[in-house]
């Protein structure tokens, strides 16, 4: 017993010592780990080469050149560039927190790089699907913009974090915030927050007030965009999100950020005012995007290269088309009403091959820009979910007065037609037959349509939205569409089913030969089926030959339709031939009315001869028509397993919708149809009825299908 209890004892003492030394190999450990660290990051510093050297600095500014799709020279941007430094003791407070709260609300808790930030922003990001907020710091962002390039890599990064440890360890928060304010660019060629003042307001940024501070923080996160002189729609979008983080950080009460955002603001006038170069609207628009992606100094300083999509023969018959637009008065700012907008696309990479964006020198392009009901040019949309639905051309609907609860729709003659086809009531633009196929099929299946083709500003949810009749039936739309999505949708039918996305910009290359981006191969997408398409195109034909947009005949096969809102603010015509899709908008700014001017009248007028001059050295080919549709009868003609499809479609269920043909229409080969006896009619239309158990499917690749007889089940669009 003695033996055991001495052997214990001596085993003690052995435990004890394998802890401490475990303990000291694991200090020694975090030691190693640590210096090897400081070591690694040493090395890095020192290769990151975090400030530039003397040859950067010295290195001479550059203008950048703008081609077209040929390679001609449209223009070379350079930028006198407007700074005037002041102390940061001439910078009102509120303007101080405004771009604290909205830029980077830790500004004064952080060392110049905000892990907690850059975590949000992650986290933000991830749940958008997209990258909708930045994770760098006020000292990050001076960092980049004095001594960096706008180039968006992971060694850019990294120096430009270095960059802000070693700024915060050599100067004081107010300094860094003194320097960001002279540094950053608002647009007009304004640096610095003084500047900007004097541009935007005329006057010193000591005298600026709560709600002009909040506009000056809004523009830097987009300049061109943000820019009050360009868009001010969204410039005091913009200061109210900046007011609402105001108050968020507890830099102002909600009362004070209520009254900022209902004040007046009045801005100085624009400088600079001159005869606007050819092609100016999309030179903004390419300026705008170059900006957001590579900074002002890259675009205005560096001798890039930007290779453009536009074609300036184009451009050129565009701006001439615009000429006979009437001027019915000047504006308060200067700016001749009605206005306009043009935009040109090639349907099958995207290509933006002419865009007008206005008349005059103001900055605001209404082609990219303005968000406009387009009434009846919504239409293309009822009727492609009719057709894919189990509907033809041939469907009869009947066009009669209509109320629906306190609604009483009415077609813009105020007259009615009985019963009319489909056909027929696309071709001369009646509003009843549109609202009554909504009914039908529902306002949400309509919407999501027009948004598989690319429509991205429809309203699904809230109090005010767009599930209604009016909007997905009428183009009565919450925010409405810009020119520039409603033509690059209607490309969508050009090419049978294929949404493109448009882009301004093939290739942007630095003053070192270096390739920055290239965009060879389109983003494109099938949405709809290329039977539903085509069926639709060719009764859009309709409409140019002997519709209400006649005046847009260019005597080649071409498609369209035109677009009048009731208060006569907006007139549209957008049209397409298989190469070419264009559309335009004529309309008032803001108040006043197009006196006798409608989608049928002068934007025809304008389409077709812009049209004429831009597609005549393209062949005059139709429109393919897909395998197994037969027009003579407006159906699809079999399936693929080779069952016959009916002649004749079913009569529908709804009381106001059948296919057969207007008794006033009906053709002498149609009439023999009318001696069959009742039993024959019977026997044919149980086997047309037999016909259908086997629906045929849509051409491989199509992803918007339908539930009709002639084509293949949709998903569900009836949420």
Known sequence: MSNLLRSKRKAKPSKKSSKGKSKIGFLIGIVVVVMLAGIGLGFLSANMNTKPGLTNDIR???????????????????????RLPIKISNMPKDLQNAFVAVEDARFYKHCG???????????????????????????????????????RTLKRKIQEMFLALQIERQYSKQEILEMYLNQIYFGQGAYGIQAAAKTYFNKNAEDLTLPECAMLAGIPKSPNYYSPFNNLKAAKARQEVVLSQM?????????????????????????????????????????????????????????????????????????????????????????????VAI???????????????????????????????????WKPFVYLAAIDSGMCPKTTIRDAALTIGNWSPKNYSGNYSGTVTLRQALTNSLNIPAVKLVQQLSPEKVLRYAQ????????????????????????GLTRGVTPLELASAYGVLATGGVLTKSTPIIKVVNRDGKVLEENLTPYSKDVVNPASAYI???????????????????????????????????????????????????????????????????????????????VRNMPATDFTRPRGVDMDKETLKATDSGDPLPEEEEELTEEDVTTEEPKEEKKSDEKKDDKKSDDKKADDKKAAKQSTSKPAPAKQGSTNKSTSPFLPPPPSRNN
């Open 60 to 82: 001479p500014a550059a203008s950048s050149q703008i081609f077209d799709i040929n390679g001609d020279l449209i223009c070379n941007l350079h930028l006198e560039e407007n």
């Open 452 to 475: 598989d083709m690319g429509i991205t500003s429809l309203v699904f949810s809230g109090a005010v939205n767009d599930c209604n009749l009016s909007a997905a039936s009428l183009g």
């Open 343 to 377: 935009v040109a696309i090639d349907p099958h990479n995207g290509h933006i091959r002419a865009m007008v964006g206005g008349r005059g020198n103001d900055h605001f392009n209404r082609a990219t820009m303005a968000e406009r009901q387009p009434g009846s040019a």
């Open 247 to 339: 108050v968020k950080y507890q830099y102002i009460d909600s009362k004070t950020a209520e009254r900022a955002k209902a004040a007046e603001i009045v801005l100085a006038e624009p400088g600079g005012a001159k005869s606007r170069q050819l092609a100016s609207y999309f030179v903004d628009y390419v300026t705008q995007i170059l900006i957001e992606k590579y900074g002002a100094d890259a675009v205005y300083k560096e001798g890039l290269k930007i290779y453009t999509t536009l074609d300036l023969n184009m451009q050129k018959a565009a701006e001439a088309a615009i000429l006979q637009l009437p001027t019915y008065r000047t504006d308060d700012n200067g700016v001749q009403q009605p206005q």
């Open 113 to 151: 790089v905000d892990p907690l930030g850059i975590m949000r922003a992650a986290f933000v990001n991830i749940t958008a699907g997209s990258v909708s907020e930045g994770g760098s710091t006020i000292t990050q962002q001076l960092a980049k913009n004095a001594y960096l390039s706008q180039e």
């Open 536 to 614: 639709v195109t060719d009764m859009m034909k309709d409409v140019v030959t002997h519709g209400t947009g006649a005046r847009a005949n260019i005597g080649r096969p071409a498609a369209g339709k035109t677009g009048t809102t009731d208060n006569n603010r907006d007139a549209w015509f957008v049209g397409f031939t298989p190469d070419l899709v264009a559309s335009v908008w004529v309309g008032m700014d803001s108040s006043g009315y197009l006196a006798g001017v409608t989608g049928g009248t002068l934007p025809a007028s304008i389409w077709r001869d812009f049209m004429k001059v831009a």
